[in-house]
């Protein structure tokens, strides 16, 4: 089983509606979560921590929690062509891993 | 400025040849990791250290070494660069709570 995986396949989605991705984690002891945007030949930015059950939001993005499930979620709102990028979920137990990614494709 | 910077940002070289990539940062953290990243098999692990005196290898170390030279400068070397080596490679430095901030990359090309 991966450590993190994302479910495969561009998203894309009409300007102005939600996108949501999804992560599921392997190690139970993972104690923080983040997920990366990266665009196309670029590095991977930071976007979101969530480190407790719940959701966190910050500006148009949601970070959803659930250890008991172990998966984490990112919801972005109202998206923009801006938005188009690969997400990059990323995990940490011991050390920190990061899944696959999924490409994000927001239709003007 | 930028907390972590990477040099060259890209590079061309040809089978055999040492090539090495710098990272340096600004952000007093201790920890430092190379990976590179390939379509389709996203970031890999090559090199992390967690002091000057503290290197381990990562999932894909083989191929590459690395030198840490200051609290603030982690460098990747290939001794000899095959053209699977062909990569982007990403310079990181790790924050308190595990989250990493990336450099903004090498693109490596090798004929």
């Known amino acids: 089983q991966k450590e993190v995986e994302q479910n495969s396949g561009p998203l894309s989605v009409p300007e102005g509606a939600i996108a949501s991705l999804n992560c599921t984690y392997s190690?139970?002891?993972?104690?923080?979560f983040f997920w990366y945007r990266q665009y196309s030949g670029k590095s991977p930015e930071l976007i979101m921590s969530?480190?407790?059950?719940g959701d966190k939001e910050d500006g148009r993005f949601t970070a959803q929690l659930n250890k008991a499930s172990q998966y984490v979620s990112l919801l972005i709102r109202d998206s923009q062509p801006s938005d188009s990028a690969t997400y990059l979920c990323?995990?940490?137990?011991?050390?920190?891993?990061f899944g696959k990614g999924n490409q994000v494709v927001v239709i003007p | 400025d930028a907390d972590v910077t990477q040099t060259p940002r890209n590079r061309i070289t040809k089978t055999g040849k040492r090539i090495m990539l710098e990272c340096s940062q600004t952000?007093?953290?201790?920890?430092m990791y190379w990976y590179r990243q390939d379509p389709g098999l996203g970031l890999r692990l090559i090199y992390y250290?967690?002091?000057?005196?503290?290197?381990n290898k990562g999932e894909i170390s083989d191929g590459y070494s690395v030198s840490r030279q200051a609290q603030a400068k982690f460098s990747l070397s290939l001794e000899s660069a095959i053209p699977n080596q062909t990569a982007l490679y990403f310079c990181?430095?790790?924050?308190?709570?595990?989250?990493?901030?990336f450099g903004p990359g090498t693109r490596l090309t090798v004929l």
């Open positions: 952000k007093g953290h201790d920890r």
């Open positions: 969530i480190y407790s059950n």
């Open positions: 250290s967690f002091d000057v005196k503290d290197i």
């Open positions: 990181a430095t790790s924050g308190g709570r595990g989250e990493q901030f």
């Open positions: 190690d139970r002891g993972s104690q923080s």
């Open positions: 990323a995990v940490k137990a011991d050390r920190l891993a």
